[in-house]
């Protein structure tokens, strides 16, 4: 009966599933076992949680284009071009709702009202849930001192107006016209992108035509509530034409800094803004002006590259002008130019791609003008309050009189934020009102958005987006046909644009995009003579060349524009798949990672490739290299015999199968038969589990160390869920799934799962054990291995396992169901629970918030209706917490010491397994007494014959340790000699079964031997003392009584403080010192200046010595002596003052500590990396690893992929930020003037930078300290490059990775090739990692020698190994593209700037005179320095100037002429105290001056002129002078403007 029963049931939800086939019109007959094969469905309910990835795999079976169609609309699968009208239905169903919420909450506060029974907390409650309902921002609420009831009938009204204007007339019309009438087409037109406003601002005609099959979108962006503040009317409106003309997103961002462009804004604060600094001066301020909007996004769409042509008129206008070009056969003639700047004017030059966004903005404002200064912070607050005031006032007279007094009239303007405004009754203040977009006939927010919503005619263009496509790039991707040459055309916009407006047009913008167009359609027609077969080198050419297009475009459109979208390539795919389906699943996995490589996920951007969805699915079929996910049939029959088995023996294979298909394992069997509950603790003893655990530093995680044990031995913290209560809604396993994996893997099998049936598949009472293992990286949801159990079943009907579950478990987490309606048992559990020790996570499925636990150990969280994603995380965090807070761990053989207490059924008890481990114990012993004993003979044998031979190299041991050629030579000896004898051992136990504790006795019983021989050889490493070493030679070089202890002290002291009072002396002049206040600020800045240089040079020449990874030498302290004394010895000669012996004594105390501790840590890692001992001690998890391949034999395939990927990820991660580093210095180079040439056209540059900066302290810091400053600039520009919020970064470092990613495939795959048929070689694999290591010699840094361990493995199938490889390393590839996400210019080991700054490196001394700076483009150059121009003196504060013949002298006069003048002149300058020395012969000065060479009559450049005229009052505080008597400034210098200057700096 009961079978037949079951029957009946299937038949009935085989019947519903049919009908619900039908009712789409789809053929059940021919689909319900497509989708029983495909999907494992065979009920209804099952369609529900199907995902678009399912629909894919269905989709491939579709034999009518509207299949597709019904079957999204059964999956309930939706695209974005039904989004678009159910979108604009949801919007007026949800106004609809909020009314009638609304509309409720007045009656109910009606009646409250009315009953005059409810206290004023209860009524505001309510009025509150009135408010919000309305959509009332909650600083417009009224006081509570506000009467309620005079509001009611307000509310009433506004709310039947509201009504109204929803259920009447509303418009809908089709997407494209709302494309084509919002702002008056607004995103059709194109921008003209300079650095003018005007130009910006301006409308223009329609650029684009309408995309073909266009379709609006869901909002990106969600409703905003904004201020803003103005300084000027000028800001005001320019703002306001901003919002309006480029929309939100530009407006309000600083983005603009970034294109280039200066709207001139002024001063524009938003509401987070608490700066008080809104105006320039008080003395200039004479305008406020404050502004609210709300912006409200109702729709969005973006234009694809591939759908952007131009509107007919401008593909007419540009071929016209191509004629004209054909004729001259000249782009840059007056015609042309004249003919693009038109066109420019016209249309614009670049088309916003989007985002964009559709909708509308409601506009407050409040201004007032003509008030004095020092009324700016009461005119702010009164204007302030006003609109406030005003805001409320637009709620229409539902608030009352929240409003206040304010009498204002409101002038409305649609679409247009300028409204005519009248006086209020406050005579200083403006308020206006206007909307953009929305209803024009009201002047309530409410009903305008009511109106807003219901009707898509009135919306208008909100936001244009950020990203900007120039017409040039546009005409050459999509108008190939519509041009003789377009790549002439589009070379002509491009440079005619360049020339109107001094723009830096980047690469992707010119001939590299055109070159990459051409060849990749010159590829495609390669393609096309292709024959079908299943060529891995071809598909490596593909990769090949899709790395070569990102490289030069930086983005993929041309790779899938041209090559994805072509006919060509699309069948040579689709052909190479239908042939590997042919093969074997195991033969064809390296052909899967590389297509995947190819495709995902740029095929999805493809707009007409009908066979992609076939690819991808085939592609993502999981072959036979990873287990199969089993089907319920044989998990039932696994389970089933776990349970049913009485051999104790034979459950271990079962077991060890669920554990291979990472599945949950069964922990506690409940028997049917007897009552009795079993711990299968022998069944599970054979299950190994391989883990890392990583030490995390930032954003990096290095393994600190490696796992792999039996998983009975392993003692982890437990961590158990159980449910108490029904399970109508939620499922325990389901959430331990998303927590364990995502819900990329079931390890926990639950209700939802594909193919599951009525029949439960583990019955009550079972508990099922997994344990999450992490892998060592900084994705890891745990740090280290962590046990889960699960309680099937309600845990009220399970008391004995929830009891053995609280005994062992760290964390208890509880699914509670029911809460209110629970017997008492339920509550007497649950309280239970919540008193106990263990931590407990309440998990309350009918609750949303709920208020947290009394203690930090006790939590409560609500997840009704929550977001699954954040749930996890939020449990995931806790559970974190819980365990550092609380860790009990657990091994399963200390858990079945629980079970026996508990009186379960231990397995491992029974007398069969009793009996095995007796017999075991004496051959176990022989084994080892025999292993032992032969051991033994080895050893003693192998160490007789290394005396010998080290014997013969002790003479020259001194010499092998000088060279490091020879220290090399020998490591590597004694790493083969540990190598060999680990693989004679590994012979001997082969076959064996071994515990990872027995090997690794095994393996450190040779290890100590062999390390006791080469410590016995090599003798200890020499010990060095290296604080007593700089201590005696200190004590030596100062010779100072006392100095020891001054030592000491400086030990207490953390850095150099450069002190005027106590390091620098005052030089006599005419045999007094001078007054200390003489004392210029020169003096002190060059001082300064002198002492970061000195440590500057001391930390890079140790930073070199630790690159080159040297030892410690003494002559190390010498040098950094020398370098302070060369520091000491470089002051002027004329300045006032110089160091004292306190400053040489401080400053070589501190450097010499300093570089103490790095002296120290260079000296440690040279002996790490060179001591025998210490070198083979850092080795020795990579040796025992190699060991354990050796034991494994054939077998050891992935452990043989772990070990070899484990080398080649951070040689591969370093490799990527170095490629990156060099790739991101030459596209800076080719996009930005100011690095295209060399040292003086970048300084140039600067000088433009400085002038329009105009500020003294960045000209100061140029000035005194060149090199640093020129360093400090391109850092700053790579920068703002890198990290403009574009992620620009991600867009160098994707692509660095793709391409090494595929440099590494093909080095595998050719490997593979060349090895496969070499039957002449028994060492295959060490024949294929030399193959695989010279492939990629060039690429990253993998060093043959470090592979010795893992090449004399027994693998013969060199193709599995290949698919092994290819598998692991699309795993690596995905892992460290993640990491990547979170990269940003620290984890550069070299960065970008200092290769770019080394491209200007050269000769940057200073002119003794003037500060200009040497343009000899080598250091330590050969002949005299000399500057382009050199600049007046007045610049480095030097004004000792007098005649031969005249006595006058004024100390305080700053010099204007040049050193070019000046040694024409009979001027004379003071060297040393009073010495004077003719300009004419400066050289007989001696050094610095003799070492250059000044040329004479050297105009000045306007430049200077105008710098010392406009920074005159700051020169002279900075240099305690003044421009006077012979250094007054001419008139004609103060005449000079800033754009002379600038004029004059481009005609260099």
């Known amino acids: 009966m009961a079978s037949q029963k079951d029957t009946q049931e299937e038949d009935a939800k085989a019947q519903l599933l049919a009908q619900a086939f039908q009712k789409e019109g789809l053929d059940a007959g021919f689909w319900l076992p497509k989708v029983s094969q495909i999907l494992g469905i065979e009920c209804k309910e099952a369609l529900q949680h199907l995902e678009y990835e399912d629909y894919l795999k269905l989709e491939c079976e579709v034999r009518h284009p509207w299949e597709k169609k019904a079957l999204r609309k059964l999956l309930n699968i939706t695209d974005d071009k039904t989004a678009s009208k159910e979108l604009q239905k949801e919007h007026v169903e949800k106004t609809k709702q909020r009314q009638e919420v609304a509309k409720q909450a007045l009656k109910d506060l009606t009646e409250m009202l009315n009953s005059h029974s409810h206290s004023e907390d209860v009524l505001r409650e309510q009025a509150e849930t009135l408010w919000r309902a309305m959509e009332i921002p909650k600083e417009f609420w009224p006081s509570p001192k506000e009467p309620l009831a005079d509001m009611l009938q307000s509310i009433h009204k506004q709310l039947e107006q509201q009504q109204e204007m929803s259920a009447g007339r509303r418009e809908k019309i089709p997407d494209t016209e709302v494309l084509r009438r919002a702002s008056g087409g607004l995103a059709l037109q194109g921008i003209y992108r300079t650095s003018r406003a005007g130009d910006v601002l301006a409308t223009r005609e329609q650029l684009l035509r309408v995309p073909e099959g266009f379709q609006l979108s869901g909002p990106e962006q969600g409703s905003v509530l904004e201020r803003r503040e103005f300084s000027s009317s000028a800001a005001e409106s320019t703002f306001t034409k901003s919002m309006e003309q480029l929309g939100y997103s530009m407006s309000v961002s600083a983005k603009f800094a970034f294109l280039g462009i200066n709207l001139g804004v002024g001063v524009d604060h938003s509401s987070s803004s608490q700066s008080q600094d809104t105006h320039q001066s008080h003395s200039e301020q004479s305008y406020f002006c404050t502004t609210k909007f709300q912006y409200i996004p109702l729709a ?66 409040a201004s007032t003008e003509g008030f004095r200064a020092e009324q700016w912070e009461e005119v702010k607050r009164q204007t302030t309050e006003a609109l406030n005031s005003f805001v409320r006032k637009s709620y229409g007279d539902l608030l009352g009189s929240a409003a206040g007094d304010l009498d204002v009239s409101i002038s409305i303007s649609q679409a247009s934020v300028r409204g005519r405004a009248r006086e209020s009754s406050h005579s200083a203040i403006q308020l206006y009102m206007a909307n953009t977009g929305g209803p024009a006939d009201t002047t309530s927010l409410p009903q305008w958005k009511t109106g807003l919503v219901s009707d898509n005619t009135t919306w208008c263009v909100i936001d244009r987006g950020f990203e900007l496509i120039p017409v040039w790039d546009v005409i050459l991707c999509n108008h190939r046909g519509d041009f003789e040459s377009v790549g002439q055309m589009s070379r002509a916009l491009r440079d005619v644009y360049k020339v109107l407006t001094n723009e830096s047009i980047g690469t992707i913008f010119g001939e590299e995009l055109g070159s990459a167009v051409q060849e990749a359609r010159d590829f495609m027609e390669i393609v096309k003579a292709w024959e079908v077969t299943v060529d891995e080198r071809k598909l490596l050419r593909l990769i090949k060349l899709k790395d070569d297009l990102n490289a030069k475009t930086r983005n993929h459109s041309v790779w899938i524009n041209v090559c994805l979208s072509h006919k060509a390539l699309q069948d040579f795919l689709v052909n190479t798949v239908r042939s590997c389906q042919k093969s074997p699943p195991e033969n064809t996995t390296f052909i899967k990672v590389m297509l995947r490589s190819l495709l995902d996920p740029h095929i999805y951007s493809v707009k007409d490739f009908p066979e992609a969805s076939f690819i991808m699915q085939w592609i993502f079929q999981t072959g036979q290299l990873l287990p199969r996910p089993p089907n319920i049939s044989e998990l039932q029959g696994l389970t089933k015999t776990l349970r049913e088995m009485t051999d104790d023996f034979l459950r271990q294979t079962p077991a060890t199968k669920l554990a291979f298909c990472q599945l949950a394992l069964p922990l506690l069997l409940p028997n049917p038969g007897t009552s009795q509950i079993e711990f299968p603790l022998y069944a599970l003893s054979q299950i190994q589990q391989s883990w890392k655990v990583a030490e995390k530093s930032g954003k990096q995680a290095q393994t600190k160390s490696y796992k792999n044990k039996l998983i009975f031995q392993a003692q982890t913290p437990i961590v158990s869920f159980i449910r108490i209560g029904s399970s109508a809604s939620s499922s325990k396993s389901q959430l331990l799934n998303a927590l364990l994996s995502k819900r990329k893997h079931d390890t926990f099998f639950h209700r939802h799962c594909r193919g599951s049936t009525r029949e439960r598949l583990l019955m009550e009472g079972v508990v099922e054990i997994a344990w999450y293992c992490p892998c060592g990286s900084l994705d890891d949801t745990f740090e280290s291995s962590v046990a889960f159990c699960n309680l099937h079943g309600d845990a009220r009907d399970h008391g004995a396992q929830l009891q053995f579950l609280q005994d062992i478990s760290a964390v208890t987490v509880a699914l509670v169901s029911d809460l209110e309606q629970m017997d008492t048992r339920g509550k007497k559990l649950l309280q239970e629970l919540w008193q106990s020790q263990r931590p407990l996570v309440c998990l309350l499925m009918e609750k949303e918030n709920v208020a947290a636990g009394k203690t930090s150990k006790k939590i409560k969280i609500g997840i009704k209706n929550r977001n699954e994603a954040e749930l996890m995380d939020q449990l995931t965090k806790i559970i974190r917490d819980l365990l550092e807070g609380s860790k009990p761990c657990f091994s399963l053989d200390a858990c079945a010491d629980k079970a026996r207490q508990h009186g379960f059924v231990v397995d491992a008890d029974q007398p069969a397994c009793v009996a095995v481990k007796v017999k075991a114990k004496d051959p176990v012993k022989l084994l080892k007494k025999e292993k032992l004993s032969d051991i033994k003979p080895q050893l003693k044998e192998l160490k007789e014959s290394l005396l010998n031979e080290t014997n013969k190299k002790c003479e020259d041991l001194t010499e092998l340790q000088q060279e490091q050629r020879k220290l090399d030579a020998r490591k590597r000896e004694y790493e083969d000699e540990l190598l060999r004898r680990s693989r004679e051992l590994a012979v001997t136990l082969k076959g064996k079964s071994l515990s990872e504790t027995q090997l690794n006795n095994y393996f450190t019983l040779v290890w100590n031997c062999w390390i006791a021989e080469i410590f016995w050889t090599a003798g200890p490493p020499e010990g060095v003392d290296i604080d007593a070493e700089i201590d005696g030679i200190l004590l030596e070089y100062f010779e100072e009584p006392g100095f020891h202890a001054r030592i000491r002290s400086s030990m207490k002291e953390r850095g150099f403080s450069f002190d005027m009072e106590k390091h620098v002396i005052k030089k006599k002049v005419r045999g007094f010192y001078p007054d200390p206040k003489s004392i210029s600020n020169s003096d002190m800045i060059n001082l300064k200046q002198i002492t970061d240089n000195i440590i500057a040079r001391v930390r890079a020449n140790i930073d070199k010595k630790e690159q080159a990874k040297q030892d410690y030498s003494q002559n190390f302290i010498h040098e950094i002596l020398n370098e302070v004394q060369k520091g000491v010895n470089s002051a002027p000669s004329n300045a006032k003052c110089t160091f004292n012996r306190e400053y040489s004594i401080d400053l070589s105390l501190y450097l010499c500590k300093m570089a103490a501790e790095r002296f120290k840590a260079m000296h440690e890692a040279f002996q790490k990396a060179n001591d025998p001992v210490m070198y083979l001690n850092s080795k020795r998890e990579d040796f025992f690893q190699c060991f354990q391949i050796s034991c494994q034999g054939a077998t050891s395939i992935t452990t ?28 800076i180079k080719s996009k930005f003037p100011d690095f295209r040439s060399n040292r003086a056209n970048l300084e140039v540059c600067i000088l433009r930078y400085l002038a329009k900066q105009e500020n003294f302290e960045y000209f100061k810091q140029y000035l005194t300290s060149p090199k ?179 006595l006058m002298y004024n100390p305080q006069t700053l010099i204007i002429d040049t050193c070019s003048s000046l040694i024409v002149s009979d001027a004379l300058f003071k060297v040393h105290d009073f010495l004077l020395t003719p300009y004419r012969t400066y050289r007989d000065a001696g050094p610095p001056y003799s070492t250059w060479n000044i040329l004479p009559d050297s105009p000045t450049q306007a430049y200077w002129k105008w710098f010392v005229s406009h920074f005159r009052t700051q020169l002279e505080d900075l240099y305690n002078g003044k421009f006077q008597g012979e250094g007054e400034i001419p008139e004609a210098w103060q005449r000079i403007t800033k754009q002379e200057a600038l004029s004059e700096l481009d005609r260099l």
């Not at 992929?1201 to 030459?1226: D, H």
């Not at 010279?1334 to 993998?1342: F, S």
Request: glycine share 6%.
């Open 1268 to 1446: 640093e400053f020129f360093q400090s600039y391109i850092e700053t520009r790579v920068k703002s490059h890198c990290l403009d919020g574009s992620k620009r970064l991600r867009m160098f470092l994707d692509p660095s990775l793709e391409s090494l990613y595929g440099n590494i495939l093909s080095a595998v795959c050719l490997s593979t090739q060349i090895v496969k048929d070499r039957k002449d070689r028994e060492d295959k694999i060490s024949l294929w990692l030399d193959e695989f290591c010279r492939q990629l010699a060039e690429v990253i840094n993998l060093p043959r020698s470090e592979l010795k361990g893992i090449e004399h493995q027994e693998v013969t199938d060199i193709e599995f190994l290949s698919s092994a490889m290819a598998e692991a390393l699309y795993d690596l590839r995905d892992r460290l593209m993640k990491e990547l996400g979170d990269a940003d210019m620290s984890s550069f080991s070299r960065q970008p700037h200092n290769i770019l700054a080394e491209h200007f490196s050269g000769c940057w001394e200073q002119c003794p005179f003037c500060g200009a700076v040497c343009t000899n483009t080598i250091q330590n150059h050969d002949g005299d320095h000399q500057p382009v121009f050199h600049r007046p003196q007045a610049l480095t504060g030097f004004r000792c100037r007098t005649y031969l013949f005249s």
């Open 300 to 365: 969005s769409c973006y234009f694809q590259r591939h759908q952007l042509r131009l509107s007919d008129a401008a593909l007419r206008e540009l071929q016209d002008m191509e004629q004209i070009l054909g004729v001259t056969g000249k782009e840059d003639n007056s015609t042309i130019v004249k003919m693009c700047e038109r066109f420019f004017s016209r249309f614009g030059s670049h088309i916003n791609q989007g985002p964009l966004h559709f909708g509308g903005i409601f506009w407050w404002k």
């Open 1200 to 1227: 043989f992929v772990v070990f070899l990927c484990g080398k080649i990820e951070p040689a591969l991660r370093k490799a990527v930020f170095e490629r990156t580093a060099r790739g991101i210095a030459e596209d």
